[in-house]
């Protein structure tokens, strides 16, 4: 997507690492739920954590990956539901199987997470999941040689193609080149 009139989620994928039309359009957000709602548990003394002690926080951690994993269902449902797969009637049958890969895309991501946390990695995989899909935006928003309409007729949507574009087009002006460019809102 590449405006935020189409997408009502378009400025959160950026930060919970979801990507519209993959398999990947939960992203992070069971992971992060679940964090949230334990840590919510457990910051009101509905559960009784010891951080200081090593045992606690490894249970806690593994109820945490667990709570995650029943949630993934439930946000998978929500999400095809509330049509922003597409409306759930064009589906069909297919709501089953798109449903089942977006709950074992969640349960891939969070056995990622927890293999990386595990110490095979060089940080928290969460912080990489994020900044992947934040350099992956801006390549794109550079570099995509799509185009889209926005009343004024088509126009590449990477600034970088519309500036070469507008640059070797023999009927543009130079007004025209610096406000189409480098000062899109698309």
């Known amino acids: 997507m590449s405006s935020d009139s189409s997408d009502p989620l378009y400025w959160m994928r950026v930060i919970l690492a979801f990507n ?23 910051g009101a003394n509905l559960i009784d954590v010891g951080f200081s002690l090593k045992d606690d926080r490894v ?14 269902p439930g946000q998978a449902t929500i999400y095809v539901l509330a049509s922003l797969c597409g409306p759930p009637k064009d589906f069909g049958a297919g709501v ?28 928290y995989i969460i912080n990489l999941f994020i900044a992947t899909n934040i350099c992956q935006s801006i390549v794109w928003k550079a ?16 600034a970088i193609i519309a500036l070469f574009y507008l640059v070797f087009t023999p009927a543009v002006h130079s007004v025209m080149l610096s406000g189409e460019s480098g000062c899109r809102t698309l």
Not at 59 to 72: H, M, R, V, Y
């Open 20 to 42: 519209t039309g993959t398999v990947m359009e939960l992203g992070i957000t069971p992971i992060v739920t679940s964090g949230m709602i334990m840590q919510l548990l457990a």
């Open 59 to 72: 249970l806690f951690s593994g109820a945490q990956k667990l709570f995650a994993l029943i949630i993934s």
């Open 96 to 123: 089953c199987p798109l449903l089942n890969q977006l709950i074992v895309a969640s349960l891939l991501v969070i056995l990622l997470d927890d293999f990386l946390q595990k110490g095979f990695s060089l940080g």
């Open 143 to 158: 570099f995509s040689p799509t185009t889209v309409n926005i009343g004024r007729g088509a126009k590449f949507e990477g």
